[in-house]
């Protein structure tokens, strides 16, 4: 094998974020609809990273490119056009990728099986040897398993590693086996039906006869298509888990019937329901809101519960104290259900609910409840629940009626059985108090529920209870039908996933949505928060959040594990810390994806399913038993030091410089065991989130520490743009893989000077090879970052020539480094592509052209624009506070707009004069500036000019290009076409400045920097 690895030079990166991208959108069959798990990273980035991991670099440019399109295939855009509001016409490009074997789909192309051999031949033949230790939900493993590796993961967490028995192991210890169907099924019409249809592949007529014959009275004798004889009726584990999912249910129906009744032959949906406070002020239940919208979609429905008071509106007087009060009596809300018409307006209030920002309004006198009093009532234990509606299954969709006297009795009754239901299970009632985490993650505690059991209706537990019971249930029923226990486990193992789906819908956290008239499921982001209006599924019933509609996505996720692992060896799977010493070393490759300081809380939230799963799988195994010892998930142990390595201050009595060394250390330690771990020649694959370069510093310094040489860094785009948390958190944002190798023993320190000069010749020409590959923005910057690494990591340490005793950081190596980069890219705005690199172009114009030019004047986000502001020796504080260049919304920076821009381009002669005067009010947006801002950057001369144009007095536009002097100043020259360019087409930013432009005679030819709108598919 050369030295090389594909990784290490190229990498499809478009087509990787592209598909990476599409996978998210990807409903059936995906891993991630075997069980929710925070952060899973998308099968099509981690099988290229693996494979450009495993695959030496070809050497010659020829080879590398088709290696590269054979895995990634070839991105297609389609261009259109698309007017904006103000009539500026845009161009929308939507990418997606044509062949490879990223694409959903793809992955069991016969490609895929090329790559496998190549793979097995570059390791001599054998099964090369893949680590993660912070495997999750185990998309890395999975994908080593799919190309033929080894695969070892570890976590540290119970339900992780319970995810990554079902996602790794039981498939592939059972991939390629089929067992007779159970006989339960083989008198059940549609699972037939849909087993003929689906394993055997028959349809049309052909279906329709099996199905006669088979459930005819000869069905013994019969041959049936593809099928050796009716009482050989195998089936593979995916079948099976279908089969005892309905067996599990249709005992939990006999049971829950009575609790879930239909009413005019209208099957029940969903029962909506507010929580409820007793106002302060008149003591009427007080339902808690957030909409009164039932259903809104568009004109075309629109349903809005209304609330009315009953009783009288008399008022009854007592004494507050000395002063004499008045109160409304009415005491109670009434609901009543209207829908709109489709030409009816709305009108001022409909829709809106109770609760504000302020807090809750009572409807019945207008007195509010404020937060607090809300949360003391919650910790009190005095709030309550009110069904307010249920959803109905109609002839035309769903209907939205109130409920009925029996139904709101029913919920109640609920409550009476549920001791004897628990008493059944183990640990009974899961009434497992909730943690609550620095971050306030869990802050359904702060109002008073603060144990499990209170995120659910009595109904609900009464359900959940049910559906536990069967499934255990279901292994001695599986074992009497001599099923071995490997199958056994395996099945019940995949029914605690369905329950587990069952409960992320079956909770009062979750809510309706009104546009899609579904029900939201819990961790619609990664918290436990309080759903003030919440919607109750109908579990044993068809429709959202029902058992078998989970069931159907359990049975083709099941499919899908089976067949990405059936040629792979045997998975390892750990559950301990990736700080301990890895059993079995000798790694060819360690790809993993660690946690991030505290942008999620694992153990924490997922608690929420740990608690069911405990109940649902004790005494399957013994070793199911000792992950699920303890009453929830480990979080910290102080005496071991050890423990999830998540940065989280409650763990540390609030000291939120011990949590960040916590987990700064646990992580270090964890790249020491990689480096231990791996063979000489193996390779660390590490992926991070990069919103703040310091953090990001912090750990590619510990990488280094660890032994590692940095090699390579690929910035893939592996969220959806929209996700909630997707701008605000790094959780979310994209990731860099960074690649690394072992630094060999004998190194020794290096020289800064040399490192600099070594860096600047190693990227040279890999920044031109990543700009013609069509690399751009801040992924630009983290592509060349990773191979410039290289220089300083090749050493132990980085002497600094000039200062004896002094050492190189990462951050300042990382300065240099981004300097040449944007000053590259800078280079390529200003003079077109055709040139290179731009030298003596101040650092905020540079940081105003790299923002302008990917983001417009639109929001950025902050991620980049932190990036971009480092990248310039500056900050996003110093660019918004003290040089009025950007404007902060929410998790976004914005470029302020030239006119809105105060204190720019002063010149202390010019100004100086005119501050004096009453001419200085005239002058618009001028402010005397701070003393330290006398160096001008060009970007603020160019705006100041603009505004001095603006005001129309030709000699002060004189007198200020002949004192700065810009008439000959050709970097100015530049900047102005280019502003020009990146200006919108009519606009008076773009008027003004081609007017100066032609007033000082700069010509240039139009270099096509526009914005354009990518649309990924
Ligand atoms: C970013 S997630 C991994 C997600 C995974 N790549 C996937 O696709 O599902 C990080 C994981 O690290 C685990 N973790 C946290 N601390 C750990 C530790 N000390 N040892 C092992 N795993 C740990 C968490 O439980 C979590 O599953």
Redesign the pocket.
């Known amino acids: 094998m050369t030295d090389r690895r594909l990784i290490e030079v190229a990498f499809p990166l478009k087509q990787a974020s592209l598909d990476s991208v599409h996978e998210k959108n990807v409903r059936h069959g995906h891993i991630s609809t075997l069980h929710i798990?925070?952060?899973?990273?998308?099968l099509a980035a981690?099988r290229a990273a693996l494979i450009a991991t495993l695959l030496p670099d070809p050497g010659d440019e020829e080879a590398r490119r088709a290696l590269v399109e054979r895995l990634g295939g070839q991105v297609k855009e389609t261009v259109r056009t698309r007017r904006r509001a103000g009539g500026a016409v845009e161009e929308e490009i939507r990418e997606e990728t044509v062949g490879g074997i990223l694409h959903w789909g793809r992955e069991s192309d016969p490609d895929l099986d090329w790559f496998r051999e190549q793979i097995r031949a570059a390791y001599g033949g054998r099964p090369p040897r893949v680590l993660?230790?912070?495997?999750?939900?185990?998309?890395?493993p999975l994908e080593a398993m799919r190309l033929g590796c080894e695969a070892t993961a570890?976590?540290?967490?119970p339900?992780?590693w319970f995810?990554l028995k079902c996602t790794l192991e039981y498939p592939q210890r059972l991939a390629g086996q089929t067992r007779p169907l159970p006989d339960f099924v083989r008198d059940d019409h549609d699972f037939m039906e849909l087993f003929f249809k689906k394993a055997r592949e028959l349809s049309g007529a052909k279906l329709r006869s099996a199905l006669q014959e088979f459930f005819s009275d000869e069905v013994a004798s019969l041959q049936l298509p593809g099928m050796e004889s009716t009482a050989d009726l195998e089936a593979d584990l995916a079948w099976h888990v279908r089969a005892w999912g309905q067996w599990v249910l249709e005992r939990a129906r006999a049971d829950l019937e009575r609790y879930y009744p239909t009413v005019a032959g209208k099957p029940t949906v969903a029962y909506l329901w507010a929580r409820t406070a007793t106002c302060k002020n008149c003591r009427a239940t007080l339902p808690l809101l957030k909409t009164t919208w039932l259903a809104k979609k568009g004109r075309k429905k629109r349903v809005v519960l209304e609330l009315t008071t009953d009783g009288t509106t008399d008022y009854t007087n007592f004494t507050d104290g000395e002063k004499e009060k008045s109160v409304p009596s009415v005491k109670s809300v009434v609901f009543a259900i209207r829908e709109l018409g489709p030409q009816e307006k709305a009108g001022k209030g409909v829709g809106q609910g109770t609760m504000s920002r302020a807090g809750a309004t009572c409807p019945c006198c207008g007195a509010i409840m404020t937060m607090e009093d809300l949360r003391t009532e919650g910790q009190a234990g005095r709030l309550g629940a009110v069904l307010t509606a249920v959803v109905v299954d109609g002839d035309k969709g769903k209907e939205y009626r109130l409920p009925t006297a029996e139904e709101r009795q029913l919920a109640e009754e609920a409550e009476a059985a549920l001791d004897a239901v628990f008493a059944e299970i183990p640990f009974g009632i899961p009434d497992e108090k909730i943690v609550e985490d620095a971050k306030r993650n869990t802050w359904c505690v702060q109002y008073g529920y603060s144990r499990f059991s209170g995120l659910f209706t009595s109904r609900q537990l009464l359900s959940l209870g049910k559906i536990v019971q069967y499934s255990r249930a279901a292994w001695i029923a599986m074992r009497e039908y001599g099923y071995p226990d490997s199958w056994v486990e395996a099945v019940s193992a995949y029914l605690a996933c369905n329950l587990s789906k069952t409960v992320h819908l079956a909770s009062t956290l979750c809510t309706w949505h009104q546009s899609n008239e579904q029900i939201r499921q819990v961790f619609a982001r990664y918290a436990l928060p309080l759903s003030w209006d919440f919607a109750e599924s109908v579990p044993t019933g068809t429709s959202c959040g029902s058992y078998i509609s989970m069931l159907d996505s359990i049975e083709r996720a099941v499919s899908t594990v089976l067949t990405a692992t059936l040629i792979s060896p045997s998975p390892y799977i750990y559950r301990?810390?990736?700080?301990?010493d890895y059993s079995t070393p000798g790694f060819d490759a360690i790809v993993?994806?660690?946690?991030?300081y505290d942008?999620?809380g694992?153990?924490v939230l997922?608690d929420f399913f740990y608690v069911w799963l405990r109940r649902s799988l004790h005494g399957l195994s013994p070793e199911i038993d000792a992950a699920f010892a303890e009453s929830l998930?480990p979080k910290w142990d102080h005496e071991a030091g050890?423990?999830?390595?998540?940065d989280d201050s409650s763990r540390f009595d609030g000291d939120k410089e011990r949590s960040k060394a916590a987990y700064e250390d646990?992580m270090a330690r964890?790249f020491e065991n990689c480096c231990r771990a791996l063979t000489p020649e193996g390779r660390l694959v590490i992926?991070f989130a990069h919103k703040h370069p310091d953090a990001w510093e912090t750990l590619v310094s510990a990488i280094i520490r660890a032994g590692f040489i940095v090699t390579g860094s690929w910035p893939i785009e592996t969220e959806q743009a929209s996700r909630t948390r997707a701008l605000s958190s790094a959780a979310l944002a994209s990731s860099v893989w960074l690649v690394c190798k072992k630094r060999p023993a004998a190194a020794r320190p290096g020289w800064d000077n040399r490192v600099l000069e070594e860096m600047r010749a190693l990227i040279t020409q890999r920044l031109r090879d990543f700009w013609d590959a069509g690399i751009r923005g801040p992924d630009f910057v983290w592509a060349a970052t990773g191979p410039a690494m290289e220089a300083y990591s090749q050493y132990p340490a980085v002497k600094k020539a000039d200062e004896p005793g002094q050492t190189m950081t990462v951050s300042e190596f990382l300065g240099h480094v981004r300097r040449m980069v944007v000053d590259f890219v800078v280079g390529r705005v200003l003079s077109g592509d055709g040139a290179e690199t731009i030298t003596g172009l101040d650092d905020l114009t540079t940081y105003y052209l790299l923002h302008r030019h990917d983001f417009g004047m639109d929001e950025a986000p902050a991620g980049a624009a932190i990036l971009y502001a480092v990248s310039c020796n500056l900050s996003d504080r110093d660019l918004a506070d003290r040089y009025h260049l950007l404007e902060q919304t929410g998790s976004t920076l914005q470029l302020l707009p030239w006119q809105k821009r105060k204190s720019v381009g002063y010149d202390p002669v010019l100004d100086a004069a005119e501050s004096q005067g009453a001419e200085a009010a005239r002058l618009p947006g001028f402010e005397a500036p701070p003393p330290a801002l006398l160096e001008l950057p060009l970007i603020d001369q160019a705006h100041r000019l603009m505004q001095l144009w603006k005001a129309g007095d030709v000699t002060k536009v004189d007198a200020y290009l002949d004192a700065q002097a810009l008439r000959r100043n050709a970097l100015f020259h530049q900047l102005l076409q280019a502003l020009i360019e990146l200006a919108s087409a009519g606009s008076e930013e773009r008027a003004l400045l081609e007017s100066i432009s032609n007033y000082l005679g700069v010509r240039g030819e139009s270099r096509g920097v526009g914005r354009q709108i990518l649309i990924r598919e």
Do not use: H, Q
């Not at 301990?576 to 301990?580: F, P, V």
């Not at 993993?592 to 991030?596: K, L, S």
């Open positions: 798990w925070p952060a899973r990273r998308p981690c993660d230790p912070f495997a999750g939900g185990g998309a890395i570890v976590d540290i967490n339900v992780a995810l301990e810390s990736a700080t301990k993993t994806d660690p946690p991030y942008a999620i694992y153990s997922m998930a050890d423990g999830e390595l998540i646990g964890v992926v």
